[in-house]
């Protein structure tokens, strides 16, 4: 089992950057892959960007791409997204989520492990 726990949300002006990140625990994170999705307030959980366990492959939500970057630090058990160029509809509770076993890598449903969540706000 992995426990995550997610960090570097905040207010910030649109235009503005931020960077999250997600610390894991335990010692085989490197064997995982990893994911940010985001809730805003009434809307579902959706996809924004995941990475594979050696970092060699990532993917991005069409809504992100060009603007945000998925990162890990195996090393550090920790992942990163950094977000640029943020829009007042980029708000919502971003979340950390982790696997271990073959899955999607865009759905939900792909992912076991998630963290509680770090809340983005965006002012216009």
């Known amino acids: 089992q992995v426990q995550l726990v997610e960090s570097g949300g905040g207010l910030v002006q649109a235009g503005g950057s931020l960077r999250l990140a997600c610390a894991a625990s335990?010692?085989?994170?490197?064997?995982?892959?990893m994911a940010w999705f985001r809730q805003a307030p009434g809307k579902e959980r959706e996809f924004v960007a995941s990475?594979?366990?050696?970092?060699?492959?990532?993917f991005y939500a069409d809504s992100v791409k060009g603007r945000f970057t998925i990162s890990r630090d195996n090393a550090k058990n920790t992942g990163y997204l950094q977000m640029n160029s943020l829009k007042p509809e980029d708000t919502a509770v971003y979340y950390c989520?982790?696997?271990?076993?073959?899955?999607?890598?865009?759905?939900?449903?792909?992912?076991?492990?998630w963290g509680q969540g770090t809340q983005v706000t965006v002012s216009s």
């Open positions: 989520a982790a696997r271990n076993r073959l899955g999607s890598l865009t759905r939900r449903d792909g992912f076991d492990y």
């Open positions: 335990g010692r085989t994170f490197s064997s995982y892959a």
């Open positions: 990475i594979t366990s050696s970092g060699g492959s990532t």
